[in-house]
């Protein structure tokens, strides 16, 4: 799908950016990227049972890197390849063992049937069609555990406008 190319062609051509935006402290700032990991990680927090999270579109993979420095087995999937290097790197370099990687589609991805606790796609869901929405949906849910969430998060045509 053409939409599909355009968007790894864009998150490949400016993962660094995508990296800088993400760690931006200003006060004067909002920080998206920061706001929707907090949901996950404040869900994660009041459900301590919870041990495994899959990340779709993982991005530079400050989810995956947090959730893993916190004791819990993180698994992050994007489908632009330097986003995933970039995430790769960090978590060597942060000794994250139970930080885990992939690049792929989240339709090549082999989910675990039951496997996570939580599935995050923050930013992720406004990239796919109606029937590409549908699969992503199906495939969360046989991959949640008893009890487990599928948080999920998007920009608005607002968002976009000020950003």
């Not at 869900?43 to 049972?49: A, D, F």
């Not at 990340?55 to 993979?61: A, L």
């Not at 869901?125 to 495939?139: G, H, R, W």
Request: charged share 25%; hydrophobic share 40%.
């Amino acid at each position: 799908m053409k939409q599909q190319r355009e968007t790894l062609a864009y998150f490949n051509a400016f993962a660094d950016d995508w990296l800088r935006k993400s760690r931006g402290r200003g006060l004067d700032q909002v920080n998206i990227i920061r706001q929707r990991n907090d949901c996950v990680l404040e869900w994660l927090r009041g459900h301590p049972g919870s041990r495994v999270l899959l990340d779709v579109g993982c991005g530079t993979g400050d989810l995956v890197l947090e959730a893993a420095r916190r004791g819990l087995r993180a698994i992050g999937v994007d489908f632009a390849e330097k986003m995933i290097r970039l995430a790769a790197r960090r978590a060597k370099r942060e000794g994250l063992d139970c930080a885990e990687f992939s690049c792929a589609s989240v339709f090549d991805f082999g989910f675990q049937r039951s496997g996570y606790h939580a599935i995050s796609a923050n930013g992720f869901i406004e990239y796919l069609s109606i029937a590409q929405i549908d699969a992503f949906l199906k495939k969360s849910y046989q991959g949640l555990a008893a009890g487990g969430a599928l948080i999920l998060g998007s920009r608005t045509r607002l968002f976009n406008l000020f950003s």
